[in-house]
């Protein structure tokens, strides 16, 4: 606690300063004010003196070049008043922007004076907790491990409900959920992620990709590009992108496949559902900092990810639609599942963010139990699309249904605000099972880590803001199922692309002839030669319109998949793209007489 006695004398520093900040920069608007006010005086002044020289008998050259000088008066005395407007707008802007400042500053002072009574609780939970812990050992000689596990922790539930100071509260899910903490013994709580570190692959891969070139982007860069160009066949720089295509982030889902491995291995659904829903959290954790776009794949590309020796999985998408975007995506682990998705991408454009709303189930199987899990994503939006810094948030809610079993697991995405108080990119969940009953809580945040506490005890609580009956859950210790990876080294110059993301382009042998590695002005974009990848993927746009312009004359069935084709789900109801096989049979034989040439 001495350490952080020294750091309000350093924020009350930094808010003098901001504060001392603003009253110069009100004084300085002030003068501009004044400047304002005598410009437009001595401006008026002049044009008066103009106008009563013009009205006297002067010669008729000395008329002309008095009524010349009158007309530059005017001119400037035009510009002069768009000046003086100009500066009052900023006046006007300024001074609002003082206020706002003045209420984030104010806010930010509140902020900080709850985070040092929030330490010091949680110094006083510490200290109670290590007295509990020093006294522990003498209770636990004398008595076994299968009853510390009921007659140890059971009385502390209850004895803790008179210690406010040591005890946590948290709303429950269906109003802000509401737990308490309370150390348990390990063998209380299903098991933890016990891998605790990131398998380690038999090939060695790349670990960083050409450094991303410094080009400026702006409105006249991609402007002048369009020059003499219809509407419709204007392409999009690749400033906007990554030299990824969107089938290579829908796999990026795998980055954490070993939660699915471990899941297989649960002979209990409760637990299993748990690491699903950690999985299903897992795939955002990638994209906290990745603002920039995917290419989008033309139709019938594919990307497959072949892991089978290193991770014991083999996965494929392809581009099955074009209008609207939709990809399909299939996967089969020799470890006990399969993953399959169609996702099709809707995006709302609402001035100051973009909306990017994932459309499609996911689905999960595991083989020696035969759950079924089902899913859907939640909505990406990327802030500041005009001004600013690009940011992206996730928030939304999913619901993952085993329907085998039919229990389920709600997660809720909470969406940032800058003036809440609760932590950024938070996310919480219940699991339960098929009689609606909680048994486990989930929480953390989607760019982190994902914990679980099983819940022994629920109650009902107060009455929240809207009359509504509050749920308290009391918990045991939480325990982590999931922790995102650090970043490589300069990350920050490579796209922040993840480990995985940095090999998924990588070139490799024997993969079809419509693979995104293939693709030429992707792989110029990864070189750093951009000028040549803007050429190249305005010819790859152009040849795929030739084609859908000649399958349209042509009168045929429209475009058909390769390796997926269309199928009923009997869960969803829903009809979409499936894989029909084939695939890595052709691999193996290296027969890829029936691919289209697309690039």
């Known amino acids: 606690m001495n350490g952080f006695q020294i750091e309000p004398t350093t924020q009350s520093d930094r808010s003098e300063g901001i504060q001392g900040t603003l009253k110069t920069l009100i004084s300085k608007l002030d003068d501009l004010g004044t400047c304002n006010d005598l410009i437009a005086k001595h401006g008026a002044a002049l044009q008066r003196s103009l106008s009563e020289l ?153 670990s960083h990709i050409p450094d991303k070139p410094n080009y400026s982007l702006n409105l006249w860069s991609i402007m002048k590009n369009c020059i003499g160009k219809e509407l419709s066949k204007i392409p999009m720089p690749v400033n906007f992108n990554e030299p990824l295509s969107m089938l290579q982030r829908l796999t990026e889902d795998l980055e954490y496949h070993e939660l699915l491995d471990k899941a297989a291995r649960c002979e209990n659904s409760l637990e299993q559902l748990c690491l699903v ?99 859907r994503k939640v909505t990406s939006t990327v802030h500041n699309i005009i001004v600013g810094k690009l940011w992206i948030d996730q928030s939304g809610d999913i619901e993952i249904v085993n329907h085998r079993t039919k229990e389920t697991c709600q997660l809720k995405f909470s969406p940032y605000s800058y003036f809440s108080r609760e932590v950024p990119r938070k996310v919480t969940g219940v699991v339960s099972d098929s009689g609606g009953q909680a048994h486990y809580i989930l929480s953390g945040t989607w760019d982190d880590k994902i914990e679980s506490s099983r819940i022994v005890q629920s109650s009902k609580g107060g009455s929240g803001s809207e009359g509504k009956q509050k749920t308290v859950y009391q918990t045991l210790s939480p325990k982590l199922l999931w922790k995102k990876y650090p970043l490589p080294d300069n990350a920050e110059n490579m796209y922040f692309f993840s480990s995985l993301a940095l090999t ?60 997926f084709h269309k199928r009923m789900n009997a869960i969803t109801g829903e009809t979409n793209f499936v894989y029909k096989g084939g695939y890595w049979e052709a691999k193996d034989s290296q027969d890829w007489n029936m691919c289209t040439e697309i690039f």
């Open 54 to 206: 013009e009205a006297l008998r002067v010669p008729v050259e000395g008329g002309e070049k008095v009524k010349g000088v009158n007309e530059r008066a005017t001119l400037f005395r035009i510009t002069s008043n768009a000046m003086i407007n100009a500066c009052r707008d900023f006046l006007d802007l300024a001074e609002t922007h003082s206020r706002r400042w003045q209420r984030a500053l104010q806010y930010e002072r509140e902020q900080r004076i709850h985070l040092e009574e929030t330490i010091e609780q949680l110094a006083k939970q510490h200290n109670s907790l290590e007295r509990a812990w020093r006294e522990a050992p003498t209770l636990s000689a004398n008595t076994p491990s299968s009853s510390i596990q009921m007659d140890t922790i059971t009385p502390h539930l209850w004895e803790a409900s008179d210690e406010d100071e040591d005890t946590e509260y948290f709303d429950a899910m269906e109003e802000s959920p509401a737990f308490i903490t309370v150390t348990a013994t390990e063998n209380t709580q299903h098991s933890s992620n016990d891998s605790g570190k990131e398998l380690q692959p038999l090939r060695r891969r790349r």
């Open 277 to 375: 829903a950690a999985f299903s959290v897992s795939s955002y954790s990638t994209t906290v900092h990745r603002t920039a776009k995917p290419f989008n794949p033309l139709l019938g590309e594919t990307y497959e990810l072949d892991r089978l020796e290193d991770f014991g999985y083999r996965s494929l998408c392809e581009q099955v639609s074009h209008h609207p975007p939709a990809a399909s995506h299939h996967v089969i682990s020799q470890r006990g599942w399969t993953l399959w998705q169609e996702i099709t991408i809707a995006s709302k454009f609402r001035g100051k963010y973009l909306s990017i709303m994932p459309l499609g189930a996911i689905h999960l199987q595991f083989h020696s139990s035969g759950n079924h899990y089902v899913w």
């Open 504 to 563: 998924l382009n990588e070139p490799e042998d024997g993969v079809g002839l419509t693979d995104s590695r293939l693709r030429p002005d992707q792989r110029l974009m990864e070189a750093g030669r951009w000028d040549e990848a803007n050429s190249e993927k305005q010819r790859l746009e152009e040849k795929q319109r030739a084609v859908r312009r000649r399958r349209e004359a042509e009168a045929t069935d429209g475009f058909q998949p390769q390796w």
